[in-house]
Nanobody, 120 residues
Framework: QVQLVESGGGLVQPGGSLRLSCAAS????????MSWYRQAPGKERDLVAQ????????SYADSVKGRFTISRDNAKNTVYLQMNSLKPEDTAVYYC?????????????WGQGAQVTVSS
């Protein structure tokens, strides 16, 4: 069964750092595109960062560019989001998403989410 389990969220002061992890199972991780989304209360779920399966290229939302870094370790079936210089507006539930092809169709799966709160 496909599983995506986020960890590493919590409370941090402005300017601080957190590292989110997403442990994946139930599919061929190295063949999947992985991404991080976030959703603040009353707002839509927005793409934060993504990393491809093919060449490992990355992309970021303008709001986090230069502060966040997405990476993956295919040997550990894990994708990470390093979050530096955190701001109160980064407060949200962060979700890990996988996208891969199975039985001729593209599939998408979501993790349960991890709360990140940036406050003094």
């Amino acid at each position: 069964q496909v599983q995506l389990v986020e960890s590493g969220g919590g409370l941090v002061q402005p300017g601080g750092s957190l590292r989110l992890s997403c442990a994946a199972s139930g599919f061929t991780f190295s063949s999947a595109d992985m991404s991080w989304y976030r959703q603040a209360p009353g707002k839509e779920r927005d793409l934060v960062a993504q990393i491809t399966n093919s060449d490992g290229s990355t992309s970021y939302a303008d709001s986090v560019k230069g502060r966040f870094t997405i990476s993956r370790d295919n040997a550990k079936n894990t994708v990470y989001l390093q979050m530096n210089s955190l701001k109160p507006e980064d407060t949200a539930v962060y979700y890990c998403k996988s996208r891969f092809r199975r039985l001729g169709f593209w599939r998408e799966y979501w993790g349960q989410g991890a709360q990140v709160t940036v406050s003094s």
